[in-house]
């Protein structure tokens, strides 16, 4: 059948990154009609095929970096690796900071990071703040200890060794440097260290900061305060707030080679998780999802496997997320282990890696013990209570767990239908060497009996080597430079230089000083295409501009369901429904315009009839101006006094359901009542002032509505229905005589322009 493996065992773990690295870009860069494995194939190899697979998180960092560093588009899969990307990384040490005061670490990330770049002075001030804001707060509720007074009969004290006496207040004075290093240690660690993100909330005296790191510390302290106040919001729009503020949409998509939708994969799956859990929590607060994020990073599994995108990049993900997938080439990275003397993997081991925390119920309180759980029948028995027992026991559920860890390769290595690439290594990050794992050593013995091919497989370090990792450690410059994110992407300052010269330009075209045209000499095509498409980009901005400056808007289309109110807007202004309806905001609360007043509740129970209503049908919903309910006894008196105290309404509070035009009317009739000519009469009662001018021919499309509906109700001809306003403050009836018929409330309806 089809399928081929390779299998190498490399010297360190940096050999392994950047081999598999190389062998990931060669394959995409092959013959596009050979597949992986030597055989034929449709379509050429994507990136999006190839899947790296790895036992821990912690191996993400440099695989990563290995991947980034020639050029390949990478996707984290899983909220826990998620977790290890330098730019999520940054929102969560925001959300941190915004929500927990003692969250100093995350604070000294943000300070430290490519974006603020504070300096040792100016943390060492900072963090001298924090001490005596932490000192401050503690003598406000803890009053200082006052020394013993001496007895009046003693001598005054005398200095040692001098026997000259101490200066007045010597025993209060700070130790000075040069005195007692010891005590001065002693001294400091004993201080309340207290909180940098309060020290950030309260800065100080500006002298105690150099002029620039005290004006970054300004900036950061006002954006923190602007997303508390936004804290509020749905997790997921919070996340995109500050992701905003940091300005990491920008950096991603700048990044070279990415289009923007691989380039920010990671955040965009980040802000799903977010989604994700707002959708299930019970109580999705910003705590609650930090905590959520702390588990995360703790557990290897346990949470939801994460979405594995569609961009065109390589999935990074561990093999607990990886089941029940498959892609045409996996990597399985980290094979390496060392043994114990019982045979279980010590630690620092990859695959197979030690457990956690002890799998037996006897070493373990958290672990149902064995006879009460439902798969007892699969599970070590634990036969007695004596040594031997124990021992048989033990070593019992030690294979079991090399079972688990065997079962969990074989997950990994049946992920690939084409090309399966297993590697190790000698030398990870500790002083003794690993080595080729049980898994790797089966693979190289099936791959040297003809099933693949071993690319390499180094020596075993000699007696007492040390590790070339640790022999020449890594060095980064701090403050981190404009640019960089340490070694994470190698473009990065590249783009910020670039970043700095257009901001220049833009600079000097305000300024008036334009530049002139360098010319493309020098250019590739690929970048002349580029500048091309720019062009391009700017002018279809500026068209849509223009067209935006000449009123030349978008269409708007009218919701299929309206109200009654929604046909008054639409007369009174077109424009500003159109703009409503476009872009929905929230209204600003109207004391007089309140549904269901306490005069149509009155009036309701007056004539005896009570209706359960809808939120959108409540009394008085389409009033403007309505009264306050302070003023309910005089508008029952002017009801009283008026023509319709000594009526019968028909009917009340009418709700109906009309089709005007194309478009379904919804709506509720205060009352209704027989005319003398027999006929009937739609009143709708208004506790505000009566209107005047184009205003009342406004809200006359109102009683049109109400006219047509009762007719189609009563299955009458529309002209035996009549419509009135009843200003009940006022005592004034107003009956209009150009109400609209179902012509023109269906002409009005197509008069929504552009907005």
Not at 144 to 168: F, N
Not at 433 to 441: E, Q, Y
Not at 731 to 746: E, F, I, K, S, W
Request: one cysteine or more; a negative charge.
């Amino acid at each position: 059948g089809r399928g081929r493996v390779e299998c190498a065992l490399l010297p360190t773990v940096e050999d392994e990154a950047d081999r598999i690295a190389a062998r990931i870009a060669q394959l995409v860069a092959a013959d596009p009609g050979t597949a992986p494995d030597g055989g034929p194939q449709q379509e050429p190899l994507r990136y999006a095929d190839v899947a790296v697979l790895a036992r821990k998180r912690s191996q993400f960092p440099l695989l990563r970096r290995a991947l980034e560093s020639r050029g390949i588009p990478v996707e984290v899969v899983g909220l826990g690796g998620l977790l290890t990307v330098p730019e999520v990384q940054d929102v969560v040490a925001t959300l941190r900071v915004m929500h927990d005061p003692t969250a100093g670490a995350s604070l000294a990330r943000l300070l430290t990071g490519p974006r603020w770049r504070l300096g040792p002075r100016d943390l060492v001030a900072l963090g001298r703040r924090a001490r005596t804001l932490a000192q401050d707060a503690a003598r406000d509720v803890t009053p200082p200890e006052r020394p013993p007074e001496p007895p009046p009969e003693t001598a005054p004290e005398t200095a040692p060794e001098t026997g000259e006496a101490a200066p007045e207040g010597a025993g209060e004075q700070p130790v000075q440097d040069g005195e007692d290093p010891l005590r001065q240690l002693v001294s400091e660690l004993n201080q309340e260290t207290g909180s940098l993100v309060d020290a950030l909330d309260d800065l100080g005296p500006p002298d105690a900061y150099s002029p620039e790191g005290y004006g970054r510390l300004r900036r950061l302290r006002d954006e923190l305060r602007t997303l508390r106040g936004q804290v509020g919001l749905p997790l997921p729009d919070l996340v995109n707030e500050v992701e905003r503020a940091l300005g990491l949409d920008i950096e991603v998509a700048a990044r070279s080679g990415l289009d923007p939708v691989t380039a920010r994969a990671d955040l965009d799956a980040f802000i799903d998780a977010a989604a994700t859990f707002a959708g299930d929590a019970e109580d999705p607060t910003l705590g609650a999802f930090l905590a959520y994020l702390k588990a995360a990073e703790t557990e290897e599994f346990g949470l939801e496997a994460g979405r594995v995108g569609e961009t065109d990049s390589v999935k990074l993900l561990t093999v607990h997320a990886s089941k029940g997938l498959e892609w045409p080439v996996v990597v399985v990275p980290g094979l390496s282990y060392v043994p114990q003397k019982n045979g279980a993997p010590a630690k620092g081991s990859i695959f197979p890696s030690p457990p956690q925390n002890a799998t037996r119920w006897t070493a373990n309180p958290r672990v149902l013990p064995f006879m009460l759980r439902g798969d007892r029948a699969d599970l070590p028995p634990l036969n007695g209570l004596d040594k031997d027992d124990l021992a048989a026991f033990d070593q019992a559920c030690l294979e079991r767990d090399l079972r688990e860890e065997r079962r969990l390769a074989y997950v990994a290595v049946t992920r690939a239908s084409s090309l399966l690439i297993a590697t190790g290594y000698w030398w990870g990050a500790s002083g003794r060497p690993l080595g080729p794992s049980p898994f790797l050593a089966e693979m190289r013995a099936a791959c040297l009996a003809g099933a693949g091919s071993v690319a390499m497989w180094a020596d075993p370090p000699e007696e007492g080597a040390a590790n070339p990792l640790l022999a020449d450690p890594d060095e980064e410059q701090w403050p981190v430079a404009p640019g960089d994110r340490g070694r994470s992407d190698l473009s990065a300052r590249e783009r910020h230089e670039a970043v700095v010269e257009a901001a220049r330009m833009v600079g000097d075209e305000m300024a008036g000083r334009t530049r002139h045209w360098a010319g493309d000499t020098g250019l590739s095509d690929a970048d002349r295409a580029r500048m091309t498409a720019w062009a391009r980009d700017v002018e279809l901005l500026l068209a849509e501009r223009d067209r935006g400056r000449g009123g030349d808007g978008l269409l708007v289309e009218l919701p299929a369901h309206l109200s009654v109110s929604s046909l008054v807007s639409l007369a009174r202004d077109p424009a500003a429904l159109a703009r409503q309806i476009r872009r929905p905001m929230p209204r600003p609360p109207a004391p007089y315009a309140r549904r269901g007043t306490a005069f149509h509740a009155w009036l309701e129970s007056r004539w005896g009839q009570q209706r359960l209503l809808d939120p959108d049908e409540l009394p008085g919903a389409a009033d403007e101006g309505a009264a306050d309910d302070t003023h309910l006894e005089r508008l029952r008196s002017r009801f009283e006094e008026s023509e319709w105290a000594s009526r019968e309404p028909l009917d009340i509070e009418v709700p109906f359901e009309t089709i005007i035009g194309d478009r379904l009317v919804r709506g509720r009739m205060d009352a209704v009542f027989r005319s003398r000519d027999g006929g009937y009469e739609v009143v709708d009662w208004k506790t505000g002032s009566p209107p005047s001018g184009d205003e009342a021919r406004f809200v006359s499309v109102q009683l049109a509505a109400y006219r047509l509906a009762w007719a189609e109700l009563a299955g009458v001809d529309v002209e035996r229905v009549s419509a009135a306003f009843h200003y009940v403050g006022a005592n004034v009836t107003v009956r209009p005589a150009d109400l609209l018929d179902a012509d023109g409330l269906a002409a009005l309806l197509d008069g929504v322009p552009a907005a």
